[in-house]
């Protein structure tokens, strides 16, 4: 067991998580054991309380609490790329559109985390990146993340340098993505940009009350603790009379569920969002489902479809894009809604 160590983030090492930089200098460690120092207040950063996602800097300097030593460790908690099980090597594999020598674009499934959590062992993006190395001798680190049960365009860098430039890349809101969603109903403008901010609901009952977000009036914003600006683009591409919608959406800052919270603030939950309403049902009176015809998934129908970045070694601009994953394609069809009919960017000639 080693003491109490404090360490200063060197010039290579600055602009990056702290969770990562803390597992490469000490490879015993599991990410549970990251957050429980946080949790517990035994790892500080410049003396200040820490989470594990939080971005360190050069010249900082990090209090280590005593450490199991290495040898002391089972392998299986050692091992920086523990055993994949085949299927799901096949699985990740498969979700790659497209990778060069510096970066790997993924279509995430839905229904799979893109990191680690209570009670979802390795199975998640973050987990199964042990194969996607493809011949290089790190994994490749996710530089942003989707919810669970959101599908499409997921960003991983395969160098250290890579990551660093597409995080800060993200920050600066380069990057532009466009989500594609089924509402219930449809907004009116169809054309228009929700700024309700967010702020977390109290409580952590086991329905995940813990991690819903709650939308605040733009005018109460600064008076309302907690609560931080949001600001989504939304676009209506197609709809089915007025029961339901296909909307092109754009997070203009990023927060934890955003769209979701907009939309039904908005009063036009996305499709199969039990958080938020969007599977109740219960729109316009007899449910904005009742007679389409076919059958609509309760799964939530949300797709990061499109994402466009600047590449951080050739300076060009990239513009990749996802195919809807299986769910979503079928309540296209039942809808009658065709991928090929809507343009890619519909907020172009707005702006």
Not at 16 to 22: A, F, G, K, S
Not at 274 to 296: P, R, T
Not at 327 to 333: E, S
Request: a positive charge.
């Amino acid at each position: 067991m080693s003491g109490v160590q404090l360490i200063r983030v060197s010039h290579d090492e600055g602009d990056q998580r702290l969770d990562r930089w803390l597992k490469k200098r000490f490879p015993q460690l599991t990410q549970g054991a990251v957050e429980k120092m946080c949790r517990t207040g035994q790892l500080r950063v410049d003396g200040g309380r820490v989470k594990a996602a939080t971005r360190i800097g050069a010249g900082q300097e990090v209090r280590v609490p005593p450490l199991p030593d290495a040898k002391t460790v089972p392998a299986r908690a050692r091992s920086e790329n523990p055993r994949i099980p085949d299927n799901d090597q096949k699985m990740i594999q498969q979700a790659v559109l497209w990778k060069d020598e510096h970066i790997i674009a993924l279509n995430k499934p839905p229904g799979l985390p893109s990191q680690g959590g209570s009670g979802q062992g390795t199975r998640h993006v973050d987990g199964l990146t042990g194969a996607l190395m493809f011949g290089y001798k790190d994994r490749p680190k996710l530089v942003h993340r989707l919810d669970k049960d959101t599908s499409g365009l997921l960003l991983l860098a395969r160098t250290d340098r890579i990551a660093r430039a597409l995080s800060e890349a993200f920050r600066s809101r380069s990057t532009r993505k466009i989500y594609w969603a089924a509402v219930a109903g449809v907004p009116n403008p169809r054309m228009g940009t929700v700024r309700y901010g967010l702020v977390k609901a109290a409580g952590h009952g086991r329905g995940g009350e813990g991690e819903k977000m709650i939308a605040v009036h733009p005018r109460d914003i600064a008076s309302t603790e907690g609560a931080k600006r949001a600001t989504t683009d939304y676009a209506v591409l197609d709809a089915l009379g007025t029961r339901a919608s296909w909307c092109a959406l754009v997070p203009i800052t990023g927060r934890t569920h955003q769209l979701r919270a907009h939309m039904a603030e908005l009063g036009h939950p996305i499709v199969g969002d039990g958080k938020y309403g969007g599977s109740g049902q219960e729109n316009l009176g007899d449910g904005w489902g009742a007679q389409l015809g076919g059958e609509i998934s309760r799964k939530l129908h949300l797709h990061a479809r499109s994402l466009s970045f600047d590449h951080p070694i050739t300076r060009r601009r990239m513009t990749l894009t996802a195919p809807l994953p299986d769910h979503m394609q079928r309540t296209w069809k039942t809808l009658g809604w065709h991928e090929n009919d809507v343009p890619d960017d519909p907020f172009a000639e707005e702006e």
